[in-house]
């Protein structure tokens, strides 16, 4: 290192002599430099195998159709270089529509009574399992609704309750 800063003061300065102390202290400062900075030894940084290379070169091409595909190319296309590539496809979101035959039961008083309240067990079964569903209930086709037997166990309507107790039959009523 030494020989290498006397020949370029030379070069830069021909037939001056350098100032006393310089080479020392210019030497004590470059080597002070390169040992704080820790230089990549030439050991340390090998060249890449051909398998680490390919590997490398695999991602690369996967993230440049990844960013290309956000950034307005078509994702079918992205998805069919990657295919060829034998590459992973890219994540899409998708937006799926089922028809499900569903059977529920439900007490109510009317067809349509009783479809909005298989409705609204679906709906209620749904938004509690934290996923985005959203149920189109407009464009929903309602194919059946069978009327089944009559619930005895179901409350009396609020508007049929009066304040006078009226027994229920067979409960002191006598039929004559």
């Known amino acids: 290192m030494e020989a290498v800063l006397r020949d370029a003061w030379d070069a830069f300065h021909p037939g001056h002599p350098a100032p006393l102390g310089w ?20 050991a340390a940084a090998a060249f890449p195998t051909v398998d680490g290379q390919f590997a490398a070169l695999r991602r690369r091409v996967w ?3 990844r960013d290309a ?3 307005g190319v078509d994702p ?10 034998d590459l992973p496809t890219l994540a ?3 937006q799926v529509r089922l028809t499900l035959p569903v059977t ?12 909005e309240a298989a409705e609204e067990a679906i709906d209620a079964a749904l938004t509690s399992t934290g996923h985005d569903t959203y149920l189109d209930w407009h464009h929903a086709t ?3 609704a069978t009327a089944g037997a009559v619930d ?9 309750r009066s304040a006078i107790a009226v027994p229920e039959p067979g409960h002191g009523v006598s039929a004559s």
């Open 23 to 42: 080479l020392t202290h210019t030497v004590a400062r470059l080597h002070d430099h390169f040992h704080t900075h820790q230089l990549v030894r030439p």
């Open 63 to 65: 993230q440049t159709l």
């Open 69 to 71: 595909a956000a950034d």
């Open 76 to 85: 079918d296309v992205a998805d069919h270089i990657l295919q060829t590539l």
């Open 92 to 94: 899409r979101r998708w």
């Open 104 to 115: 529920i039961e439900v007490t109510a008083t009317s067809r349509d009574e009783a479809l």
């Open 142 to 144: 309602r194919d059946d």
């Open 152 to 160: 005895t166990t179901t409350d009396t309507p609020a508007d049929l």
